[in-house]
């Protein structure tokens, strides 16, 4: 009898302590009270040991901008105001603002074992103005990032890549928990090269792509970000953009009404922005760009949903 009162007590403790994880007051992230943070010359704000839960509701105060544009859409969605529902997993995260790029940049610990790390070169924070900030020696926060564990042995990324892209993924950011020898399941768009570099296949073009590793099975899939539902409402679009050059204009069609207020980026193959312009018309809008040499580019429209198109002129 002692021991079923034992088990029982042990029963409603683990409930107890359960019920008190998942809903346990909404968790605040106020820049009045990050501690600032100088590294490699960069100045950050950095928060420590924030207890995020999976679904639960952050409010994010003390920020002078939408949280759209300093937010990763893979770690947080539902955004509305000063608040953003997190996604990722329920565990102790870090937190470092960058002040120059204004980018939340959101870690998790490097001291478990049970995630992934991207590091490397070619990547940067999947929002604009796009940018390759990566290294492979983790030297500051932009340098490296964390996954989100999304199935049994499976980890996700939604990061910006160029065409200078070379990296390798590791349980932590040490030299020795590197996963490989990966496969690449995507080659048109990622090879894995002798030396287990993760390069770009020969039908890459610079954008931004979810990083899919299964740590098990040692497999790598690259899967352009190109999605028609808005990833911070999850509200459906009736119409997917495209994208054309007439009479030495950039006429993009197909847009919806929420999108007015959107950027639109002209990338090239480099990587650089060569234009970017408001929508203030729809459902389709022109951008003058007389001078555009022939090539391809990338058109990359930024706001209510994250949409990646080809141009080719000439």
């Known amino acids: 009898m002692k021991k079923i009162t034992i088990i029982r007590q042990i029963v409603v403790l683990g409930m107890w302590l359960s019920i008190a994880f998942s809903t346990q007051a909404q968790v605040t992230i106020n820049k009045a009270e990050m501690t600032s943070s100088t590294i490699n010359g960069i100045a950050y704000l950095l928060m420590e040991n924030i207890p995020l839960v999976q679904n639960g509701e952050v409010s994010f105060t003390s ?47 490097n001291s478990e074992d049970d995630l992934l790390w991207y590091a490397g070169l070619g990547g940067g924070f ?18 490296y990032f964390s996954f989100k564990q ?4 499976v980890y996700e990324l939604l990061i910006y890549l160029n065409t200078n892209m070379a990296f390798q993924v590791y349980r932590k950011v040490a030299w020795g928990t590197v996963v490989a020898p990966l496969t690449s399941l995507t080659p048109s768009l990622l ?3 002798a030396n287990n570099d993760a390069v770009p296949g020969p ?7 979810n990083l899919k590793v299964n740590v098990e099975a040692k497999t790598v899939e690259l899967i352009p970000y190109n999605t028609a539902t808005d990833s911070h409402t999850n509200r459906v679009f009736q119409e997917n953009p495209s994208v054309c050059y007439v009479n030495k204009q950039i006429v993009v069609k197909g847009l919806d009404s929420e999108e007015l207020g959107s950027s639109v980026y002209i990338i090239d193959m480099q990587g650089k922005i060569q234009q970017r312009q408001t929508i203030n018309k729809i459902p389709e809008t022109t951008i003058d760009h007389a001078y555009l040499v022939d090539g391809l580019y990338i058109v990359r429209i930024e706001g209510k949903r994250s949409v990646t198109l080809k141009l080719r002129k000439g």
Do not use: C
């Open 203 to 209: 039908a890459f073009i610079p954008g931004v792509y």
């Open 63 to 109: 920020f002078d901008q939408d949280l759209t544009t300093m937010l990763r859409p893979d770690l947080f969605d539902n955004i509305s105001g000063t608040t953003a529902r997190f996604i990722g997993q329920s565990r102790n995260w870090r937190a470092f603002y960058n002040t120059v790029n204004r980018f939340m940049y959101i870690q998790t610990y």
């Open 126 to 143: 999947p929002l604009p103005p796009y940018a390759a900030t990566s290294d492979w020696f983790a030297t500051e926060p932009h340098g």
């Open 191 to 193: 090879k894995v090269e």
């Open 150 to 153: 999304t199935g049994t042995n």
